[in-house]
């Protein structure tokens, strides 16, 4: 579902899709990362750079995260 938002450009209910799926997987690193990208590719790079910013405060090795991160940032 989150795919066929995104493919139609529909980033704020792939965001909220996202979001409800964190809910019942809180912590999960993969969905985080997911959404702090939605956000990035719905022009919220403010949003998106802080969630990655916890993100690899709580998980430094996850390389996908400060990858993310740091495009984000530059």
């Known amino acids: 579902l989150v795919s066929l ?9 792939a965001v909220a899709a996202y979001e ?3 809910r019942f997987h809180p ?3 993969r969905i985080e990362n997911n959404l ?3 956000h990035a590719k719905a022009g919220r790079d403010t949003t998106a750079a802080a969630q990655l910013e916890q993100l690899v405060a709580r998980h430094p090795d996850y390389g996908s995260a400060r990858v993310n991160y740091a495009q984000i940032l530059y």
Do not use: H, I, P, R
């Open 5 to 13: 938002e995104v493919e139609a450009g529909d980033f704020d209910a």
């Open 20 to 22: 409800n799926v964190l």
């Open 27 to 29: 912590g999960d690193m």
């Open 36 to 38: 702090a990208m939605l």
